[in-house]
């Protein structure tokens, strides 16, 4: 019973993050992109990576390229 658990919550854990999608977010321009979008790819200095979700509560605006 207690290897089903196990097995369960690992699988949870799994499914959650293929869920949370990673965006990078400028800090300076509150916009974020897609990891494969070309800005993101050019922006290196005020960039980093974090949750869509997390992204958005700290007031960031999908780039118009490639949507977030
Ligand atoms: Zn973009």
């Given at each position: 019973m207690?290897?089903?658990l196990i097995?369960?919550?690992s699988l949870f854990i799994?499914?959650?993050s293929c869920l949370a999608e990673t965006v990078v977010f400028n800090v300076k321009?509150?916009?974020y992109?897609?990891?494969s979008c070309q800005h993101?790819?050019?922006c290196t200095k005020n960039c980093i990576k974090i949750?869509?979700?997390e992204a958005k509560a700290r007031g960031g605006v999908p780039c118009k390229t490639c949507g977030g």
């Amino acid at each position: 019973m207690k290897k089903f658990l196990i097995i369960f919550l690992s699988l949870f854990i799994f499914a959650g993050s293929c869920l949370a999608e990673t965006v990078v977010f400028n800090v300076k321009t509150l916009k974020y992109h897609k990891p494969s979008c070309q800005h993101a790819a050019k922006c290196t200095k005020n960039c980093i990576k974090i949750e869509k979700n997390e992204a958005k509560a700290r007031g960031g605006v999908p780039c118009k390229t490639c949507g977030g």
